[in-house]
């Protein structure tokens, strides 16, 4: 990511990755997944033996993204280190969520 980046797109697809992940793992769990961006709302959803390293902070700021930066409006340009922080936010979620579904599943392919 450059200079150049367009951050809040960058964030709104990091946001839509945790949201679809995290939608995904409940699908799997048999747990109804909502229509909703709410990523907090999200996590409350999970079985407690589940522990997700994100923060409620991380969590609020991750669902703004979907919800705020979604379409132009007036807000303020997101910086570069936090869209990068985004992303890896991201990259956790996605990591953990594969590491608790089993094998087959993520070999699964329509086709």
Same mark, same amino acid.
């Given at each position: 990511?450059?200079?150049? /980046?367009?951050?809040?797109?960058? /964030?709104?697809?990091?946001?839509? /990755?945790?949201?679809?992940?995290?939608?995904?793992?409940?699908?799997?769990?048999?747990?109804? $997944?909502?229509?909703?961006?709410?990523?907090?709302?999200?996590?409350?959803?999970?079985?407690?033996?589940?522990?997700?390293?994100? $923060?409620?902070?991380?969590?609020?700021?991750?669902?703004?993204?979907?919800?705020?930066?979604?379409?132009?409006?007036?807000?303020?340009?997101?910086?570069?280190?936090?869209?990068?922080?985004?992303?890896?936010?991201?990259?956790?979620?996605?990591?953990?969520?594969?590491?608790?579904?089993?094998?087959?599943?993520? $070999?699964?392919?329509?086709?």
């Amino acid at each position: 990511m450059g200079i150049d /980046c367009p951050t809040d797109t960058v /964030c709104f697809h990091a946001q839509q /990755c945790v949201e679809k992940y995290l939608k995904a793992f409940l699908v799997y769990k048999g747990i109804d $997944s909502p229509r909703t961006h709410d990523i907090e709302h999200l996590v409350t959803l999970l079985p407690e033996s589940i522990w997700l390293r994100l $923060s409620v902070e991380e969590q609020r700021r991750l669902t703004a993204y979907a919800t705020v930066t979604r379409y132009p409006g007036d807000y303020e340009p997101i910086p570069l280190a936090e869209a990068q922080q985004s992303v890896r936010l991201a990259r956790r979620v996605r990591r953990e969520i594969r590491s608790i579904l089993p094998k087959e599943i993520l $070999s699964r392919r329509k086709g």
